[in-house]
């Protein structure tokens, strides 16, 4: 293929090392000038692609790239949006061809999760549907690690490592104040369908009844009855208990226990599952409880990156260049796991068509028994992907983090375009 | 005064450093072997001393102690409790006398905040109320920084380090997502009553226009107008915008913002000042909303600590037993600021008497004239405070800390006490 610029860009929820993937892409593409003219990047995803709202990443510096591997969020902006099919919007798709015809775009790199793959996918499909060439490599990108094939999803093991620290550190200060105040703690986590990150919490347990005393996981049906004997009985044995709860923990009813809040309390984002089941434990077994909801907290902490996960990440943008000037379309750099102790990984190819939409949860014989614990195959497999730190440089105190220029590539299309 | 033991504990809500002020306290306490014995630790406080549930620190390693420094958290156990006055409850301090003329005891040690010292100066009263004579000295520990005299408070700069650190991070994260999803993201900050820990959130802004574009602190009245347009004109100009709100904040009406909430929708612990705000943008502005409440994970988050905060921390648990050993009763080592760039700091004595039940609020000139701001002169106050980092160890990609034996010391009276 005669030498063509390429299009990157982020998309859905971001983690603390999705730059680091970028990263990745922007430095090995540069290494590849044969091949690999400028790298577009779309502001805010696809939506620059569709507005042709495109950032000239050649105007930024070796060290403000470098620096992308340290700094959380997604440097170029990212977006929830989904493209509709060829056949629903084939506007969506001319236009894309459009954007990419003006600016001699001949690669597409796309880094999220699921449904971002979704979209990557679509766009790979560009050649065989409209007859515009292109080659689209999807990058994985995800705190809740549901992406299927590849081992792990870069992101996930940061935010896996924040959590287990946090559960970890919190616990030392439940245990403290237990004896004449609050004997229960609970730490709501993301990851609406898929347990991964509330799993990972327990990685903070390293001695029998150490916290997290309890998982809910959103794999398991939630029961009052065996969740508030679980917590009496852990609180007679240690005097008490810490709970990391997944926000999407769902009742008997099949509703989200978030959701139980709405309707007995009035207000939707009142909520949160935490503060539902803290009430709960405190109405039932009189004992005080604190909660804490770390939102974005969990997927941004670059300050606490596991090194093994900015490594993958770095990695998986690398070697997504490295496919695309293969000629390799419609994949994504997928990570395998050759041992888990002593952890050894290496990067595969997996088709896009294989990962678009699709969601891995948890499997059974990684969740206990009762349902409020992992199993030590769970343990297995969650414990290197924490492992090394990576610290970002600090300035008085505080992380310090790149901002891009992020110059504007000049618009060569007259049309607008809605999104 | 002849060779006597010593009594140490830790009172109130903990933080990520008072296990280093228990390190200055024992190290300093092993090199005056001369004029102190065994230190026992009162576990959960003066509970502790009232039950005669003592520690005996001397079966410690020394390597055991040093690692206090780097762990979150009370090693020995804290408690919420206060002592009635002499007047009202004789009895108690009756018991106290028993317990340290059973255990040889003639120093007193008290780690904590206003309540604490609240205590430490009842026990510094002992000799002279009832003649049981007793060098108590107090040691300052919050991290709400709201005790008097001391230029700040052991515990405030690491959860200055963390919530400022987290502030900048979600602050990425939400300019991110801002183009098609979150336009606001709210904080929720620990203190009641003092803005130091939301006001310490500013340190995260680097530049005109960074995040947090809005603080709400405690001090200020919290009124929907002028709030919902301050949000309005942020997200106008930045396109999205950071709030970092106390818990503490009230209405008008002098009610907790997170009240409001449990009035309206049904239950007090389902609050929480942050998702009440952010429900109050989204029914006014028609944005979506994020909001984080870290709780605990604010004052434990030892991984992140302040170097400085470590230092003093550890520097008043030192100066404390130098006080004590100089025959000093009823004081505390206070902070005092020499310079503020360069920082530089020494400890001088503050009487207990005037420590005691006292709050420091923030300034009126460390407030901007719309409230929802700080200063220059704050922002040089705070500066210092959270320069510097102090990793713990880590240990398969987590924190190590350390657990204590803490093997009870044998009990020599027959009588117990009800607590």
Redesign the interface.
Known sequence: MARKNAFYA?SG??T?VINASACGVLETAREHSDEIGKVYAG???I?GALTEDLIDTSAESGDAIAALKY????AF?????KLASFQEHRAQYERLIEVFRAHDIGYFFYNGGGDSQDTAYKVSQLGAELDYPIICVGIPKTVDNDLPITDSSPGFGSAA?YL???V??????????S???TKV?ALEVMGRHAGWTTAACA??A?HDGAAPHVLLLPEVTFNQKPFLTKVEQTLERYGHCVIAVSEGIKGPDGKFLSAS?ED????A????AA??L??LI?ANLGCK?????????Q??????A?K?DVEQAYAVGRVAVEFATAGKNAVMPAIRRLSDAPYQWDIVEAPLSEIANQEKLLPPDFITADGFGITEAARRYL?PL????A?PA?K????E?VKLQNAPAPKKLKREFAV
Chains 1, 2 share one sequence.
């Open positions: 982020q929820g971001v603390a502001r805010n995803g939506m700094t959380p969020g997604a902006g990212s977006c929830r949006y490592k287990a620290t946090s970890r550190e919190a616990a030392f200060d439940l245990a403290s104040m004896r004449s105040s703690f990685l903070a390293d809040g007995a309390f009035g207000h984002q009142l909520g949160g503060p539902v803290t009430n405190n409880c604190h909660w804490a909801v770390p939102d974005y907290l997927r941004s902490a670059r300050h606490l596991s093994t414990a924490v492992v090394g730190e610290y600090f008085n105190g505080l992380p983090y």
